[in-house]
């Protein structure tokens, strides 16, 4: 657990009960904007979601439609020009210990510290990114185990042979001394995969670290991540362009487009019947055994420029359903809960679907807190 390895000087303040929340993140509103000679690019422009304890949450949507930007913004990734302008990134630590809103983190507090050190951990896209193409790979696992455990460096080295076996690295004695560049691309990402889950995080956030590799490593990787948490109980974050990873992998999903969420439920619920036009069209664009060989149906038109946004509903350039004078005026329409705790951005869902009502205030309320009870039957991790 990450509290075995805090630094003697953190502020951590028990929660009276103790208790472990059933959600491990709740992002509200988040704006992070890219401000620019032509103005502020909103990447990320208003997104809520909730990663529940022990859960794989899916980001899925097309490429730009700012899912990096939201999982740098998690982990205070963001550099000038960019900015958290609003929102907040609430963080409940799986230890019971008080809730840390990430948003507003001093850059130098132990918070911020804890949260990047032990709490919340990342895996890049791109392997090459995270690891130094100077140092061996058991150099480099075993930096990131001194940090933040006190081990020392043979009890480190111990460790970091014994991560590389769990990733699935054969002869890990052995190739423990080798530099990044004598590895084979699969190989770097489990090596990225080690390096993530050494410190045991809370959270495990991918960011579509499958999507450099080829189709048979790609397989072993999902299963490796979807293996590892099954057995830590880490609750993880699985960005990716592509649902049929998502039904391979994750238990809810959040759809993007545009830098917000449009859509958001449980994995079964969204594929078996989504309610978003947009989701639609994506599902449509999935290969099926059916249209094998056929031409796949792509969403038509392409992802407009964040600088010129459409007024009213942003997909409604693209969208089959799209009503003129509904649509495509006023601001972008709302996240709005729906029978089954199913979200969606879209002023015609009931028209669209006419078996679907949206929830009352007192609904959505009651509906979450029967969610949290569901999510807190197993307690905490590493017991189920
Ligand atoms: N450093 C930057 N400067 C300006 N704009 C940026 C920067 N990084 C990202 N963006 C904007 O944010 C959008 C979303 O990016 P990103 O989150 O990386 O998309 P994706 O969903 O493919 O991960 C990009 O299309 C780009 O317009
Ligand atoms: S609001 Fe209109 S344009 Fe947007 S998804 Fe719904 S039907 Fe389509
Ligand atoms: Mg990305």
Known sequence: MPTATLPASTSTVQAPSGAVSPCALRIENLKTHFMTD???????DGVSLSLSRGKVLAIVGESGCGKSVTSYSILRLIRPPGQIVDGSIMYY??????????????????????????????????????????????????????????????????????????????????????????MSGGMRQRVVIAMALVCDPDILIADEPTTALDVTIQAQILKLIKDLQASRGTSVV???????????????VAVMYLGRVVENGSVRQVLKSALHPYTQ???????????????????????????????????????????????????????RTFTGNRKAACVRIE?????????????????????????????GRHNH
């Open 38 to 44: 032509d103005g502020a690019i909103p990447a990320v």
């Open 93 to 182: 630590p799986g230890d019971g210990t008080r809730p840390i809103d990430i948003a507003k983190l001093n850059e130098k507090s132990d918070d911020l510290y804890r949260v990047r050190g032990g709490y919340i951990s990342m895996i890049f896209q791109e392997p090459m990114t995270a690891l130094s193409p100077v140092h061996t790979v058991g150099n480099q696992i075993s930096e990131a185990i001194l940090l933040h455990q006190k081990l020392t460096p043979a009890q480190a080295r111990e460790k970091a042979i014994e991560m590389l076996r769990k990733v699935g690295i054969p002869g890990a004695e052995r190739r423990i001394d080798q530099y990044p560049h004598e």
């Open 238 to 252: 699985f960005i990716t362009h592509d649902l049929g990873v998502v039904a391979q992998i994750a238990h809810d």
């Open 281 to 335: 069209a994506l599902l449509k664009s999935i290969p099926s055994l059916g249209t094998r060989g056929a031409r796949l149906p792509a969403i038509r038109g392409s992802v407009p420029s964040l600088t010129n946004i459409p007024p009213g509903c942003p997909f409604h350039p693209r969208c089959e359903h799209a009503v003129r004078g509904r649509c495509d005026v006023g601001g972008p329409p709302a996240l």
């Open 351 to 379: 028209e669209i679907h006419p078996t679907v009502r949206e929830l009352t205030a007192a609904e959505v309320a009651a509906a979450d807190t029967l969610a949290a009870e569901v999510t807190a039957a197993p307690a």
